[in-house]
């Protein structure tokens, strides 16, 4: 079965400053991955998915960008965070005919 | 466009009483439909989908296209059933997901 670690938990970062978020998949190979972000009183919103090495698809205009440089390493980032990029990323991994496998989270505020 | 909708952010019953989580959808082919649950500290994880018709924990959701709603019933909520719940749609061949924005379900003894 598919494993995802994905790190920190917690992070507190300046408004301006850089990020980089991390998500690795363990148990598969070729995954089709995923970042979410939960907004406070909003939804999960699909923010990037990657079908492969290098293949990037942006679901809404934003301050983020994602890279995925490994099969199974995807990672998101900023050059400068702003204040609305506070929220809960979520990393996935899969697809719709074997469901979908979820990271435990990652916290960010932005002060 | 592609919807869910939870209209409840909060749902409250006590034990042993029938629970029902509300899901509303909008979409314009054949949709997959989903329920994904979040126990206290712990991760999202896919509770049923509509396709496999199973019954997890005691919950099921049956798809009905007339009304376009993914409901999910108890007939006696435990208190560890207490969690937060997403509906989610299954959007198209890329295989993004779409969620609701989620109704925490409390059970009180």
């Known amino acids: 079965s598919q494993t995802i670690h994905q790190w920190p938990a917690t992070l507190v970062q300046p408004v301006g400053s850089p990020l980089s978020l991390e998500c690795t998949v363990e148990g598969t190979s070729n995954p089709n991955l995923y970042w979410y972000r939960q907004a406070a009183g909003r939804g999960l919103q699909l923010l990037f998915y990657?079908?492969?090495?290098?293949?990037i698809s942006s679901e809404v205009p934003q301050n983020l960008s994602a890279s995925r440089p490994q099969d199974r390493q995807f990672i998101l980032s900023s050059k400068k965070l702003l204040l609305s990029d506070s929220g809960f990323y979520l990393c996935a991994s899969g697809g719709p005919n074997y469901g979908y496998t979820f990271g435990s989270g990652t916290r960010l505020t932005v002060v | 466009a592609q919807r869910v909708t939870q209209p409840e952010k909060l749902l409250s019953v006590f034990k042993g009483a029938p629970v029902e989580l509300k899901c509303n959808y909008s979409?314009?082919?054949?949709?997959?439909l989903f329920w994904y649950v979040q126990y206290s500290r712990q991760r999202l994880q896919l509770l049923l989908r509509?396709?496999s018709r199973e019954s997890i924990k005691g919950f099921t959701a049956d798809l009905n296209k007339g009304e376009t709603s993914f409901h999910l019933k108890k007939p006696f909520a435990q208190e560890e059933d207490s969690a937060m719940y997403y509906c989610?749609?299954?959007?198209?061949?890329?295989?993004?997901?779409?969620f609701g924005k989620g109704t925490k379900l409390s059970v009180k003894p």
């Open positions: 979409y314009s082919g054949s949709p997959e």
């Open positions: 989610a749609l299954d959007g198209g061949s890329q295989g993004n997901l779409i």
């Open positions: 509509h396709i």
């Open positions: 990657s079908v492969g090495i290098g293949q």
